[in-house]
């Protein structure tokens, strides 16, 4: 039963949204008959330029592969209504789904419990990494201003002017950023030798756009003074200092480097075993005035920096430091080979005996909501202060950090920052307390969402209740006392009763190399000292884990996915239903998707295109066929009526109706997107009861179909060469 009732609202309240409240997902949804892509699309393309700006509950914390909260506000308002215009009309409303259980097993940051959670929904979230736990625990908890407040300012009292202290000059000044770079050995110099300073280049800070700002500052490769130099015109610079002349150009290029006598080697074989020894050249000052100026570094600067590897010896046991070693694995193996073996070498003595102390404080805070948020933004400070981090120069956020790629990627030319910050800073803890923890409080309290309106994504405040839960264990969930429960674990099995969950919506992992075990281990290695809260797993080494579903190999994927939808299908509803979101180039990956839901017991009953996460996603886009879209895959339970399209012809010509709406909601629709969604759909047919065909033989089908909307679409693959004498 639905329930559909609208509040007529006082004259001069014209402007509070609408109420509709909705007890039962209809047994045909607007998600399986036609989903409002336009109207989500549009919200969803703003959200992705700024997504820590719209959806600051989730973003408290780097997760991989955040989806956008419009997308899944989207999904949930569609599921629950019966057609395209209630759907529409749900999503821009003040929606309440208060009865409705809400689950996903691939939880990650949140994205699915914020937005179910902000309609009133009862909410469960599972992913098999605990640092997601966390994620999701800080978007959904209740935390007090005051209580927050307090805590910080009770860490910052503990720790700020000693970590101020270690970052100054010889003036008092605040240093902004230190700059680092690696040293190697040449293999054919006789040993004793001077190592060599492993730059591609000796300019080490050029503005973000260097053709409109071309004055630059390099370091001189003789005295390390610092020379202003033009990076548009000049390829040498001339010492002001010691008078000499050098190529801007540095002895690296690429993966070889050239010794002064002139030597190339592998910069690998020049490492030796050990991680590179780095040596600290320049400095970036705050002055009095509020400039920002660049110096060399003096014996101020190395005395205060070994002054901080004394006093690390001294109080290391006082301190909460990383533990654990590096595991091989496709996101590990670069770092390995430039000799990384623990989480410590990750940092500086510096850098650890500051975060060591602000650690420290942080793990002796009074338990609570607010504690763990505390520890939930340090964790993420821990992604801007490391070894593997650069400059990204002037005119922006001055901080690349670590995981702007996505493997551990050593860095030749680290930066080192100011981990207590001051207000001219970027990613420390004061500015990102901020940035990210009081932005997301005040979201909490009052979230917005973006509602389309004639065209123009709007922001909207009083659609969403608070993200203010109590959050609970499963036994308080099940008896009803708590509203939320989220756990760590393999959702292959779930501490859920059977038929108690109205909705699965979800973000499956795709088939590719991101493990993001491999890199969540970089933040578990510190939390484990830290235990942000009860539950936390702090004796596990590692957040790898043999159930992850994270293969490149297509029957690995199919057992690991597989098991969790078994899982789905037994705590879902009779009449529940089942949504995630997909991309995959590959067809392997649609093809055991397929037999892995076949076998699930599930029914696919949609395929639905829509607004992939972002559109800059390096890890989805190809360089020839770069992809804007994921699908929506909708399952039913097959004891429900299902209303799926049983022909090719059928599904075809819905695929294309879709890709025909996202195109006109202004979303440049890419060769690999009609792969991607003409496949999933034509595959899905492999799900139905009736279904007699084997899984390859839709494949073969599937690639036609692929063909004939790429013609209709007029779009073809950048990989294919363009037949000459063919428009
Ligand atoms: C694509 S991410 C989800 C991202 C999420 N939608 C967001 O917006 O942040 C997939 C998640 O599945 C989790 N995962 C992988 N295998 C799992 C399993 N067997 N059980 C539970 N979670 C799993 C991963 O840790 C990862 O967080
Ligand atoms: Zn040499
Ligand atoms: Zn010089």
Known sequence: MTVFEQNSMPAGLGDAPARIARTSVPSVSALEVQFPA????????????????????????????????????????????????????????????????????????????????????????????????????????????????????????????????????????????????????????????????????????????????????????????????????????????????????????????????????????????????????????????????????????????????????????????????????????????????????????????????????????????????????????????????????????????????????????????????????????????????????????????LVTVSGAPERRFGLSEPLECELGDSRAFSEGSSRAYVGTGSSATVDLPDDSVDLVITDPPFMDNVHYSELADFFHAWLRNLKPFDGYPVDEATTRHPEEVQSADPAEFGRAIGAVWKECARILKPHGLLAFTFHQARIDGWKELVRALETAGLVITAVQPVKAEMSTSTVKSSAADPSNLDSIVVCRLPGHEVPAARSVAEVERRALAGLRECRSAGIKVGYSDVESVVRGSVLALHTLPSNERTVDALAAEADLAVARAAEALGVRSGKEPRAAGRS
């Open 38 to 449: 336009e109207v989500v699309s549009a919200a969803a393309e703003r959200e992705s330029w700024r997504k820590e700006v719209h959806r600051p509950a989730t973003h408290t914390h780097k997760w991989w592969a955040q989806r956008l909260g419009s997308v899944f506000r989207g999904i949930l308002a569609s599921a629950v209504s019966e057609s395209e215009r209630e759907a529409v009309e749900a999503y821009g409303s003040a929606l309440r789904l208060p009865d409705l259980v809400v689950c996903d097993p691939f939880a990650g940051s949140g994205t699915t419990l914020a937005e179910a959670a902000k309609l009133g929904a009862r909410v469960v979230g599972r992913d098999i990494n605990p640092v997601a736990t966390l994620v999701q625990r800080q978007a959904l908890a209740r935390w007090d201003r005051d209580r927050l407040d307090r805590a910080f300012e009770a860490v910052e009292s503990r720790v700020r002017a000693e970590i101020d202290e270690l970052h100054r000059d010889r003036h008092g000044r605040p240093v902004l950023y230190y700059f680092w770079v690696a040293l190697a050995s040449c293999p054919r110099c006789p040993a004793g030798a001077e190592p060599v300073e492993l730059f591609s280049r000796y300019v080490f800070s050029q503005h973000a756009y260097p053709r409109k700002y071309p004055t630059a500052r390099a370091t001189c490769p003789h005295c390390h003074a610092v020379v202003p130099v033009d990076v548009v015109e000049d390829s040498t610079l001339t010492c002001g200092d010691c008078g000499r002349t050098s190529d801007i150009a540095g002895p690296v290029n690429r993966a070889t480097m050239t010794c002064p006598r002139g030597h190339s080697s592998k910069v690998l074989d020049a490492l030796g075993d050990r991680p590179p020894v780095l040596r600290m050249y320049a400095k970036q000052v705050l002055a009095a005035d509020g400039s920002r100026v660049y110096e060399p570094i003096d014996d101020f600067d190395l005395e205060l920096y070994a002054e901080s590897g004394r006093r690390l010896a001294r109080r290391r046991e006082e301190l909460v430091l990383p533990v654990g070693s590096l595991e091989g694995g496709h996101n590990t193996r670069q770092a390995i080979r430039w000799n990384y073996r623990n989480w410590e070498q990750f940092f500086n003595a510096r850098q650890l005996y500051s975060l060591g102390i602000l650690g420290a404080a942080l793990r002796d805070l009074e338990p609570g909501p607010e504690r763990e948020a505390l520890i939930a933004l340090f964790s993420g400070v821990l992604e801007f202060n490391n070894v593997f981090c650069s400059f990204k120069g002037e005119g922006t956020g001055a901080v690349r950090h670590m995981f702007s790629n996505h493997i551990l990627k050593p860095e030749r030319m680290p930066l080192e920052a100011h981990p207590w910050g001051t207000p001219a800073s970027s990613g420390a803890f004061s500015t990102l307390y901020r940035s990210r923890i009081i932005r997301a409080w005040e979201y909490k309290r009052r979230p917005h969402d």
